[in-house]
């Protein structure tokens, strides 16, 4: 079965620290990556997402991630985080699963990011 | 655009009661979706369906969860008995089509708490 990993639960960081979050997952076919956040008390919401072309890609609100097929990878990178960043965040593949016969999105856990003003 | 709608809010039950969640998906979305979400984890895929027919049940525990989408607009997911282990925040979600690369709509989600 896929399988999506984030590699930290927790991350604390102070305003104006650059960002890194590690998404790895297991799918060896085309997959379409993703990236959703949810800020405290809000629903989840679209951030980025990877489907063809270019493996870097931006997002909303100075986000960005990388695509490296090789790694099966789709890492989150923000070069200078802000109070309002704090959320948790979530990568997300969609693929094929034969098992349902369809194409499914699989969440990984998840990391909470905590941004100390 | 109004999003995604869900009642109730919250909602306790004891075990082996029945429980049901309601959906409003965003006008002329064509594909909505059950996830359940346990405390620490990520979004689980519960069933989705396209219109009114279901495309994808393969992890909806079926002796217990059911789900219709009346007339390709709103949905019901319905549990019949609770266990403990059904506490979880059950989200609905909405896309405008199927496609594999689509955007996904949440709504604010139901949190259910079995005692």
């Known amino acids: 079965a896929q399988s999506v990993s984030q590699h930290n639960h927790h991350v604390i960081l102070s305003e104006a620290a650059s960002l890194e979050l590690g998404c790895n997952y297991s799918?060896?076919?085309?997959?379409?990556l993703f990236w959703y956040v949810q800020y405290p008390g809000q629903h989840l919401q679209l951030l980025l997402k990877y489907f063809s072309g270019d493996p870097l890609v931006k997002g909303i609100k100075g986000f960005e991630a990388e695509f490296i097929k090789s790694k099966f990878s789709f890492n989150l990178r923000k070069p200078s985080v802000q109070w309002s960043d704090t959320a948790e965040y979530f990568c997300?593949?969609?693929?094929?699963?034969?098992?349902?016969?369809?194409?499914?999105?699989?969440f990984g856990k998840g990391t909470k990011l905590s941004v100390i003003p | 655009e109004a999003g995604v709608a869900q009642s109730p809010r919250y909602k306790i039950i004891e075990k082996r009661q029945s429980v049901a969640f309601w959906c409003n998906p965003i006008s002329g979305h064509a594909t909505l979706y059950w996830y359940q979400q346990i405390l620490g984890q990520g979004p689980k895929l519960l069933i989705q369906?396209?219109?009114?027919?279901?495309?994808?049940d393969s992890q909806l525990p079926k002796d217990r969860f059911s789900a219709e989408r009346l007339k390709g607009v709103d949905s019901t997911l319905k549990i019949q008995p609770a266990k403990l282990e059904d506490s979880a925040v059950y989200l609905c979600?909405?896309?405008?089509?199927?496609?594999?690369?689509?955007?996904?709509?949440f709504g604010s989600g139901t949190q259910l708490s079995v005692l």
């Open positions: 997300a593949v969609n693929a094929f699963y034969s098992g349902a016969g369809s194409y499914q999105l699989t």
């Open positions: 979600a909405s896309s405008f089509t199927f496609a594999t690369n689509e955007k996904l709509f």
């Open positions: 369906f396209q219109n009114n027919g279901v495309v994808d």
């Open positions: 799918y060896g076919g085309t997959v379409n």
